[in-house]
């Protein structure tokens, strides 16, 4: 062996040491009655050679994903082990101020978009941080790890499918420790995981996970392939657990036979004996282990010297500051033109696109067909297939896709056919999308659009109907928007693509025919802001979306009465305009809730209490809302049309609650 190859091994030896002491210190942070480490942590022992192994071969620009096992990446990517120890320990000092913990650790300014807890979810989210390679010709690579168990996951078989569609440079890292959680890993299929790759139109190669050189040299090949445009690798990479799934874990169904077969096995044993064989002496490697654990516990002394967080600093990096991009910084010309809802979503696309390279659009048919919709007809024919491509079916992949080319500065727009498929990839988007900026305590952001439509129409089944709004509207750290006119169609798309956050429009289906006059072009608006259709003073109408319509209808009859009704739209539910809806409830002191979302949870329960709890002095009636009827969404026309709100409904509330009145 050459003297370089004794080198390698020596620096990977004491890598591989510096993270098993690491976990060992880790675990007995998390022990006794008020431990530093609070909560649960998930050690990587015995699996150190192939992070050690993977980083070598990566070039420093080059991103690493991992899973809630991956301090060993955490720690090779870059973070210095005082740092990630303070984090561990929820620190003030942590590499995220506390907010991640062992399970979420990420710092995407180190090449570590970060550890994930669900699994099989960094999957997608390395698809989208492989877009932004290929957006950018940056010639960078992805790697994410896994486990074996992870496999059976639809997020990561969606990635998959969508890595090897698009060709794009990830190198997935299955570490294939034999189990997943308590169960043995092959539960789930005997079917080596290197195997069906192939299935996938992509290489597979299973390598010796115990050998850091073996790890080393599958990487390089791996990334050598992605950089030249031949698309992704899937490394199973043979490994064991030496410990248990995590701190607590006593282990009661793992075999002393298997245990004791890990442990023979265990990397840093079979390390020390490949660097003796090759003539370095044992007191040499005594002294790298008594180096790493003073190392180590520096860096411990150091992260529980750190302070705990500020209680006042628990609202920050919810949202970003805004900071236009699509803005020019001059006041831009505008012009008016008729044209409908749906034009109107195409027109704001062209000029978001127009106006930052960034800006990317992607979904199922949206590329050459231009959506099912025509929604995105021509922009691949002016911007190009690296800009605007279509994708495979697979939601999670492109939700996740958005996310991760997001946080690489991207400004995705993905489409999602129809908002109730949504539902098959929620993960991305609550779990994933809303959490990056906050957990990573302001070093990273999603700024992200997802557009997508809903609502009936005449016939739609109930899988093609539902109004989904409040859902998403009521989780922290997303914004979501419903417009209801041709305008607010192109304003609020160019607001939410110029945002600094992950933001969901649900565009409306049935509107996508409305024609109206919209001033196109000019300077970019901020997200929020409700508008007042009509004013009045008797009682108002709190609605959006497809209700504006029978609501500003009925407002009409009723002002036949003399009734005079206000109609706001709020436009963004998220965040909500409390301000527009103080100075009409304190005008009218009656308050009507429209929404075509169904009755019970809907977001006018949220309204209603919010109105309740801050404006009950200027209540001269109860509240009353009108949601879709609390069923499932018939597809006869007859009766979907006794579902949704209708201006019958609504003029008779309108006269309920002014009866004393008229
Ligand atoms: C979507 C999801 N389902 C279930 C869990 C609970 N869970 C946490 S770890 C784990 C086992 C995963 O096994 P594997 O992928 O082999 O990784 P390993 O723990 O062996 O590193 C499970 C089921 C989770 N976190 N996320």
Request: glycine fraction near 10%; include cysteine; hydrophobic fraction near 45%.
């Given at each position: 062996?050459?003297?370089?190859?004794?080198?390698?091994?020596?620096?990977?030896?004491?890598?591989?040491?510096?993270?098993?002491?690491?976990?060992?210190?880790?675990?007995?942070?998390?022990?006794?009655?008020?431990?530093?480490?609070?909560?649960?942590?998930?050690?990587?022992?015995?699996?150190?050679?192939?992070?050690?192994?993977?980083?070598?071969?990566?070039?420093?620009?080059?991103?690493?994903?991992?899973?809630?096992?991956?301090?060993?990446?955490?720690?090779?990517?870059?973070?210095?082990?005082?740092?990630?120890?303070?984090?561990?320990?929820?620190?003030?000092?942590?590499?995220?101020?506390?907010?991640?913990?062992?399970?979420?650790?990420?710092?995407?300014?180190?090449?570590?978009?970060?550890?994930?807890?669900?699994?099989?979810?960094?999957?997608?989210?390395?698809?989208?941080?492989?877009?932004?390679?290929?957006?950018?010709?940056?010639?960078?690579?992805?790697?994410?790890?896994?486990?074996?168990?992870?496999?059976?996951?639809?997020?990561?078989?969606?990635?998959?499918?969508?890595?090897?569609?698009?060709?794009?440079?990830?190198?997935?890292?299955?570490?294939?420790?034999?189990?997943?959680?308590?169960?043995?890993?092959?539960?789930?299929?005997?079917?080596?995981?290197?195997?069906?790759?192939?299935?996938?139109?992509?290489?597979?190669?299973?390598?010796?996970?115990?050998?850091?050189?073996?790890?080393?040299?599958?990487?390089?090949?791996?990334?050598?392939?992605?950089?030249?445009?031949?698309?992704?690798?899937?490394?199973?990479?043979?490994?064991?657990?030496?410990?248990?799934?995590?701190?607590?874990?006593?282990?009661?169904?793992?075999?002393?036979?298997?245990?004791?077969?890990?442990?023979?096995?265990?990397?840093?044993?079979?390390?020390?004996?490949?660097?003796?064989?090759?003539?370095?002496?044992?007191?040499?490697?005594?002294?790298?282990?008594?180096?790493?654990?003073?190392?180590?516990?520096?860096?411990?002394?150091?992260?529980?010297?750190?302070?705990?967080?500020?209680?006042?600093?628990?609202?920050?990096?919810?949202?970003?500051?805004?900071?236009?991009?699509?803005?020019?910084?001059?006041?831009?010309?505008?012009?008016?033109?008729r044209m409908t809802y749906a034009t109107a979503i195409n027109r704001a696309l062209h000029d978001a696109m127009a106006a930052c390279e960034e800006?990317?659009?992607?979904?199922?048919?949206?590329?050459?067909?231009?959506?099912?919709?025509?929604?995105?007809?021509?922009?691949?024919?002016?911007?190009?297939?690296?800009?605007?491509?279509?994708?495979?079916?697979?939601?999670?992949?492109?939700?996740?896709?958005?996310?991760?080319?997001?946080?690489?500065?991207?400004?995705?727009?993905?489409?999602?056919?129809?908002?109730?498929?949504?539902?098959?990839?929620?993960?991305?988007?609550?779990?994933?999308?809303?959490?990056?900026?906050?957990?990573?305590?302001?070093?990273?952001?999603?700024?992200?659009?997802?557009?997508?439509?809903?609502?009936?129409?005449?016939?739609?089944?109930?899988?093609?109907?539902?109004?989904?709004?409040?859902?998403?509207?009521?989780?922290?750290?997303?914004?979501?928007?419903?417009?209801?006119?041709?305008?607010?169609?192109?304003?609020?798309?160019?607001?939410?693509?110029?945002?600094?956050?992950?933001?969901?429009?649900?565009?409306?289906?049935?509107?996508?025919?409305?024609?109206?006059?919209?001033?196109?072009?000019?300077?970019?608006?901020?997200?929020?802001?409700?508008?007042?259709?009509?004013?009045?003073?008797?009682?108002?109408?709190?609605?959006?979306g497809t209700s504006i319509y029978p609501a500003l209808e009925a407002a009409e009859m009723a002002a036949a009465d003399g009734l005079r009704v206000?109609?706001?739209?709020?436009?963004?539910?998220?965040?909500?305009?409390?301000?527009?809806?103080?100075?009409?409830?304190?005008?009218?002191?009656?308050?009507?809730?429209?929404?075509?979302?169904?009755?019970?949870?809907?977001?006018?329960?949220?309204?209603?209490?919010?109105?309740?709890?801050?404006?009950?002095?200027?209540?001269?009636?109860?509240?009353?809302?009108?949601g879709g009827v609390d069923v499932r969404m018939p597809s006869a026309p007859v009766l979907q049309k006794l579902v949704v709100p209708s201006v019958?409904?609504?003029?008779?509330?309108?006269?309920?609650?002014?009866?004393?009145?008229?």
């Open positions: 062996m050459s003297q370089q190859s004794v080198n390698f091994l020596r620096a990977a030896y004491t890598r591989m040491r510096i993270i098993r002491r690491f976990e060992a210190k880790s675990v007995e942070l998390t022990q006794g009655d008020s431990p530093p480490i609070a909560g649960s942590i998930h050690m990587c022992a015995g699996q150190e050679a192939i992070p050690v192994g993977a980083l070598a071969a990566l070039r420093a620009d080059d991103r690493v994903i991992a899973t809630y096992r991956g301090h060993g990446w955490a720690l090779e990517a870059g973070i210095p082990p005082e740092e990630l120890m303070a984090e561990l320990c929820q620190r003030a000092s942590g590499v995220n101020g506390g907010r991640a913990g062992s399970l979420l650790v990420n710092d995407a300014r180190r090449r570590f978009i970060g550890q994930n807890s669900i699994v099989g979810a960094g999957g997608p989210i390395a698809c989208g941080v492989a877009i932004a390679a290929r957006a950018r010709k940056s010639g960078r690579v992805v790697a994410i790890s896994f486990g074996d168990g992870a496999v059976s996951q639809g997020s990561l078989h969606e990635a998959f499918v969508m890595a090897a569609s698009e060709r794009l440079p990830v190198i997935f890292v299955c570490e294939n420790n034999g189990w997943a959680e308590m169960t043995p890993g092959s539960y789930a299929s005997s079917m080596p995981i290197a195997v069906r790759a192939a299935a996938y139109g992509m290489r597979g190669v299973s390598v010796d996970g115990c050998d850091p050189v073996a790890v080393r040299d599958a990487v390089l090949v791996a990334a050598e392939c992605a950089r030249a445009g031949q698309g992704p690798s899937l490394l199973e990479c043979s490994t064991v657990r030496l410990w248990g799934h995590y701190n607590r874990d006593i282990q009661h169904y793992r075999s002393a036979r298997d245990r004791q077969a890990a442990e023979a096995s265990d990397p840093l044993g079979r390390l020390r004996g490949l660097l003796t064989s090759h003539g370095v002496r044992p007191e040499e490697i005594d002294g790298i282990d008594a180096r790493v654990e003073q190392e180590i516990e520096a860096a411990v002394d150091q992260a529980l010297a750190g302070p705990v967080p500020d209680p006042a600093t628990l609202h920050q990096h919810l949202f970003g500051a805004a900071s236009s991009r699509l803005n020019s910084g001059e006041s831009a010309p505008t012009q008016v033109q800006v990317i659009v992607f979904g199922e048919d949206v590329g050459k067909p231009g959506g099912v919709f025509g929604l995105s007809r021509n922009l691949q024919k002016q911007y190009g297939p690296a800009r605007v491509f279509d994708t495979p079916i697979a939601e999670s992949a492109i939700l996740g896709s958005a996310v991760g080319s997001a946080i690489e500065g991207m400004r995705p727009v993905a489409e999602v056919m129809f908002a109730d498929f949504l539902l098959v990839a929620l993960d991305q988007i609550i779990n994933q999308a809303a959490n990056v900026r906050y957990v990573s305590n302001g070093k990273a952001s999603a700024p992200l659009v997802v557009r997508t439509q809903q609502g009936v129409t005449s016939g739609s089944c109930a899988q093609h109907s539902q109004c989904l709004e409040g859902v998403l509207a009521s989780v922290p750290g997303l914004k979501v928007g419903c417009p209801s006119t041709p305008q607010d169609a192109y304003s609020m798309l160019r607001a939410a693509i110029d945002d600094p956050d992950p933001c969901i429009l649900f565009e409306a289906r049935s509107l996508f025919q409305r024609e109206a006059d919209v001033v196109v072009g000019g300077d970019v608006e901020g997200v929020c802001s409700a508008r007042l259709l009509r004013d009045g003073s008797d009682v108002a109408v709190i609605c959006w206000a109609v706001l739209d709020l436009r963004w539910l998220a965040p909500l305009d409390d301000d527009a809806i103080a100075n009409i409830v304190h005008r009218c002191g009656r308050v009507l809730i429209v929404h075509e979302a169904s009755q019970t949870g809907g977001f006018g329960a949220e309204i209603a209490a919010r109105i309740a709890e801050r404006h009950s002095d200027s209540l001269k009636a109860p509240i009353r809302r009108i019958q409904k609504i003029l008779a509330a309108l006269r309920g609650l002014t009866a004393a009145l008229v």
